[in-house]
C-alpha cells in the first residue's frame, strides 16, 4: 500500500514538475533574488571562534574577568630587532610612529620606550612622581646609551614588556579601545591605519618590524578566511566540471550541472545572511561543498535521462521517469547526507550549530533545485545527439565493472583479510592521535603574521593572553601583604616555566614602588617587608600616578587582581600540564575560605573548548549513525541488512582515523568535522546497492549471485562517477592555506575513496557470504520505500 503511495506520489511530482514549466523556473528566480537580497545581512566573524555553550563554567568565567576587567584581547604589539635601532634617526623616528597612533579614536593608548616613566621618590611631599626616560627626543648617542643601561639594567619591572634586554628586541603596545576589538572598524584600522604606516616605515627606515597581537592575528586570519571563499568556489566549480565534462563528454550537460550548482551556492550565502549567521573557518566551507555534492545529483539525474533516451527514444517519457525513478533516490541519499551534518545541531557549540544548520537545509536545497531545473531544462533541449551518448558504452568503466565482480567473485577471503589487517593497523594508529587546543595551528603558516607570532613566542615568549584573576573577597583586599605574597609565590612559578612569559601584576609594580623608595636602586626590586610596607604605602597613597598604573592590575574596589602571562603555541598536553601546575601552586598558596582563584584567557577558553568538541564527536557521529541506521530500517524493514550496511561505511572512518594517528594529524575544530561528513555521503553508496540489490532478488526469484552481480553492475558506474567527483572536489580544499581546511580535504576525500572501494567489495562479499541469513522474504521484507521503482513490465 504504501509502495503505491510512493509510486503515485513521484508519479504526481513528475506531471507537476514536466507541466508547469515556466511557473517552476519564475518561482526560482524570485527565491534567488530573494536570498541575493539577504547577503547584505552575512557577517564575517572578528573573534576567534568560540566553541563552548554560553552556560559552559569556563565561558562564565571568562565572561566574569571582561566585566571586572574588560576586553583582555585589545593588545597590539610592534618589534625591531636591530642594533641600528639603536641610534638618534631611527629610535626618534620608532617613537614617533607610535605617537602618531595616539591621534586615532580606535585607539585607547600606546606605550613606547617614550612612554615608559621611571617612579622617582619625593621626600618632601612624600610621594611618588612619575618622570619620563625621553622628556622630548633622543639628541645625542651618550643619551641612548644612557637609557640603554637604565632599561636593561636598573628597572626590571619593565623587563620583558617593552624590550627584551638579552636579545636587545624593543617594541611598543598599542592598546585599542576595547568597544571596537570585535567590530568592523578593529580590521578598517588594522587593514587601512596600522599597517600602511608601519609598511611606509619599514621603506623609509629601512627596518623589519614584526606586529603582533590578537586583535591583529583575527583581522589578518578573518581576511584569509573571506579571500579563500572565492577560491575554494572557482576550484570546486572548475575541478567538477572538468570531472563532469570527461565522463560526459557533453558541454550542454556540463554548463547545465554549473548553473544549478552555482544556483544553489546563491541560496546558501542567502541562508547564511538569512539567518544572520557569521562566516567562519567552518561556515566559509559549506558554498564549495554545495558543489561538491551537488554534482553527484546531476550526474545521477542526466545518466540516467541519456540512459533511458537511448533505450527507448522518446524524450519526455524519459524526464518523467528520471523523476519518478532518481528522485526518491537522490532525496534519500541527500537526506542521509544532510543528516550527517544536521547532527551538528544537537550539539551545545554554537560553531558547530551553526555550520550543520546552514549546511543541512542547503544539501536539501540543491537537491530541489537539481531535481526542479535539470528536467525542465531539458525539456526545452533538443534530442541528444550520438556522441552525447557515447559515454554509456566506454570500454575502461565496462573494464572497471568486470574487475570489480571478478573480486568479489574469486578474492573474497582476500577481501576480508585486507580489510581485517586495515582494522587491525588502523586501531593501532587510532591511539597516536593527539588533540590540539591550539589557537594558531590552523593559520595558514607561509603569511607574515603568522612568522610574526613565532618571533614573538621567541623574544617574549608569546602573545596569547592567559590570566589569573585573585578575588580576595573583601574590598581592598588585594594591596594586604600577606595577599602580595602569595600572589608573588604563584608568579615565581609562572616565571620558571618556559613556555609563559615573566607575569605582569601589581606586585611587580609593588616591587618596583619600593626601588623607588630606596631610590632606583635595583637591589630593592622585591615585595616590602611588613615594616617598610606601610612606609611605601602611605608613598603610594599620596600618588596620583600610582592611582592610574594600579588600575591596570586591580579593580577599582580593590577586591580584585589580576596576574597576566602570555602564553607559547604548545601541544594541548603541555598546557593541560602546565594549568595542572600553576592549580597545584594555587590551592596550596591560596585559601579557598578567603580567595576564588580563576584561570582564564583566550588560549585558555580555546583549548577548553577543543577538548568540549571531542566529547561532542562522539556524540554527533552516533546520532549520524543511529540516524541512518533507522532510515535503513524503515527503507529495508531488516535488522540484518542495517549491520551489513554499517560495516562497510564505519571501517573507512575506522582507516582515516588510523591515518590521522599516523600521520601527526591531531583532533581539532577543522578535522572533527570529517567523519560525520565522510560517514554521511558515503552511506549514500549502500543506499543505492541495497536498493537495486533487492530490487534484483525480486526480479531473479532471491537467487543471491545473481542479484549481487547484476547489483554490482548497475550501480558499480555511477557509484564510481560519483566517488571520484566527491574525491576531487573535495580535494580542492588542499589548496588552502589553513592546515585544519587542508586535513579536511585530504582525510574526507582520502574517506570516501575508501567507502567506494568498501561499498563495492566488502558489501557484495558480505551478501554473499551471508546469503543463507539474509536470501529469503522474511528477511527482507518489502521496504518501506521504493527507493528505486521496479521497471514497468510492459517497457
Wanted: glycine share 4%.
Amino acid at each position: 500500500m504504501f509502495k503505491l503511495f510512493t509510486n503515485q506520489f513521484w508519479d504526481v511530482v513528475a506531471r507537476v514538475i514536466l507541466r508547469n514549466k515556466i511557473a517552476i523556473l519564475i518561482a526560482i528566480t524570485l527565491a534567488t533574488i530573494f536570498f541575493s537580497s539577504q547577503w547584505e545581512n552575512m557577517r564575517f566573524t572578528y573573534t576567534e571562534a568560540n566553541l563552548l555553550p554560553d552556560d559552559h563554567e569556563v565561558n562564565i568565567t571568562y565572561n566574569e574577568f571582561l566585566e571586572i576587567f574588560g576586553e583582555e584581547g585589545n593588545l597590539i604589539v610592534i618589534g625591531v630587532k636591530d642594533s641600528t635601532l639603536f641610534t638618534i634617526n631611527k629610535l626618534n623616528a620608532w617613537n614617533k610612529l607610535a605617537d602618531e597612533f595616539k591621534n586615532y579614536d580606535e585607539v585607547e593608548t600606546v606605550v613606547s620606550i617614550k612612554d615608559l616613566q621611571k617612579l622617582v621618590k619625593d621626600n618632601v611631599n612624600e610621594k611618588f612622581n612619575l618622570e619620563p626616560f625621553i622628556k622630548d627626543s633622543v639628541s645625542s648617542i651618550s643619551q641612548i646609551e644612557s637609557l640603554q643601561e637604565e632599561l636593561f639594567e636598573k628597572y626590571p619591572f619593565y623587563d620583558n614588556f617593552l624590550f627584551n634586554k638579552n636579545t636587545k628586541t624593543v617594541r611598543s603596545a598599542i592598546y585599542l579601545n576595547k568597544n571596537i576589538v570585535n567590530t568592523s572598524a578593529r580590521k578598517d584600522f588594522i587593514i587601512n591605519v596600522l599597517k600602511k604606516k608601519i609598511d611606509a616605515f619599514e621603506v623609509e627606515q629601512n627596518l623589519d618590524v614584526h606586529v603582533s597581537g590578537m586583535p591583529y592575528i583575527r583581522t589578518l586570519n578573518s581576511q584569509n578566511i573571506i579571500d579563500e571563499i572565492g577560491l575554494f568556489i572557482v576550484a570546486a566549480l572548475l575541478v567538477t566540471s572538468l570531472i563532469f565534462f570527461f565522463f560526459f563528454r557533453s558541454i550542454r550537460a556540463t554548463i547545465i550541472s554549473l548553473v544549478v550548482v552555482c544556483i544553489g551556492v546563491m541560496w546558501t550565502f542567502g541562508i547564511l545572511g538569512l539567518l544572520n549567521y557569521e562566516i567562519t573557518v567552518l561556515t566559509a566551507l559549506i558554498p564549495p561543498l554545495i558543489i561538491v555534492i551537488g554534482i553527484p545529483n546531476c550526474i545521477f539525474l542526466i545518466n540516467k535521462y541519456q540512459h533511458e533516451v537511448k533505450l527507448h527514444g522518446n524524450k519526455v517519457k524519459s524526464l518523467q521517469r528520471v523523476i519518478t525513478k532518481i528522485g526518491n533516490a537522490t532525496l534519500m541519499t541527500n537526506v542521509t547526507t544532510a543528516s550527517g551534518f544536521a547532527t551538528f545541531i544537537l550539539t551545545e557549540s554554537k560553531l558547530l550549530k551553526e555550520f550543520g544548520t546552514v549546511a543541512s537545509l542547503s544539501i536539501l536545497a540543491i537537491f530541489i533545485l537539481c531535481l526542479l531545473i535539470i528536467p525542465i531544462i531539458y525539456t526545452f533541449l533538443p534530442f541528444p545527439k550520438d556522441r552525447h551518448l557515447e559515454h554509456l558504452n566506454k570500454r575502461w568503466i565496462e573494464g572497471f565493472v568486470n574487475w570489480m565482480e571478478k573480486m568479489v567473485r574469486q578474492k573474497r577471503i582476500a577481501i576480508y583479510s585486507t580489510s581485517l589487517i586495515l582494522l587491525v593497523v588502523s586501531i593501532i594508529g587510532i591511539y597516536q592521535i593527539r588533540i590540539s587546543g591550539s589557537l594558531i595551528e590552523d593559520m595558514p603558516k607561509k603569511t607574515e603574521f603568522f612568522k610574526d607570532i613565532r618571533f614573538f613566542e621567541k623574544e617574549f615568549n608569546g602573545i596569547m593572553p592567559l590570566e589569573i584573576m585573585v578575588d580576595t573577597k573583601h574590598k581592598k583586599g588585594v594591596m594586604k601583604l600577606a595577599t602580595l605574597k602569595r600572589m608573588n609565590e604563584l608568579e615565581d612559578l609562572i616565571i620558571e616555566t618556559p613556555e609563559l612569559s615573566k607575569p605582569i601584576s601589581v606586585v611587580s609594580l609593588v616591587k618596583y614602588s619600593k626601588q623607588a623608595y630606596y631610590n632606583g636602586n635595583p637591589k630593592h626590586y622585591q615585595l616590602p617587608t611588613s615594616q617598610e610596607n606601610s612606609f611605601i604605602l602611605s608613598y603610594a597613597k599620596n600618588s596620583s600616578s600610582n592611582v592610574d598604573l594600579l588600575k591596570n592590575f586591580v579593580d577599582s574596589t580593590g577586591q580584585y587582581a589580576r596576574i597576566t602571562t602570555f602564553m607559547k603555541d604548545v601541544e594541548t598536553d603541555k598546557m593541560e600540564r602546565i594549568e595542572e601546575q600553576l592549580q597545584n601552586k594555587i590551592n596550596k598558596v591560596f585559601p579557598t575560605e578567603r580567595y576564588n582563584i580563576s584561570m582564564t584567557g583566550k588560549a585558555l577558553v580555546f583549548q577548553k573548548g577543543t577538548k568540549y568538541l571531542v566529547k561532542n564527536l562522539a556524540i554527533s557521529l552516533s546520532l549520524a549513525i543511529f540516524l541512518i541506521s533507522l532510515f535503513m530500517a524503515y527503507m529495508f524493514r531488516s535488522f540484518r541488512m542495517i549491520i551489513i550496511s554499517l560495516i562497510p561505511n564505519l571501517l573507512p572512518l575506522l582507516v582515516t582515523a588510523g591515518l590521522m594517528g599516523y600521520l601527526g594529524v591531531p583532533i581539532k575544530p577543522s578535522t572533527i568535522l570529517v567523519f560525520s561528513i565522510a560517514f554521511g555521503i558515503s552511506v549514500d553508496d549502500t543506499i543505492h546497492f541495497l536498493a537495486k540489490y533487492r530490487q534484483e532478488l525480486q526480479a531473479n526469484h532471491w537467487k543471491i549471485k545473481k542479484s549481487v552481480y547484476g547489483a554490482l553492475r548497475e550501480t558499480g558506474v555511477s557509484m564510481f562517477y560519483t566517488s571520484i567527483v566527491l574525491f576531487f572536489g573535495f580535494s580542492v580544499f588542499t589548496i588552502s592555506s589553513f592546515g585544519g581546511t587542508v586535513a579536511l580535504g585530504a582525510l574526507v576525500s582520502a574517506t570516501l575513496l575508501f567507502a567506494m572501494l568498501s561499498n563495492l567489495l566488502l558489501l557484495p562479499s558480505l551478501l554473499l557470504s551471508l546469503e543463507r541469513s539474509i536470501a529469503n522474504k522474511e528477511v527482507l521484507k518489502e521496504p518501506a520505500i521504493n527507493i528505486i521503482p521496479e521497471e514497468d513490465e510492459a517497457e
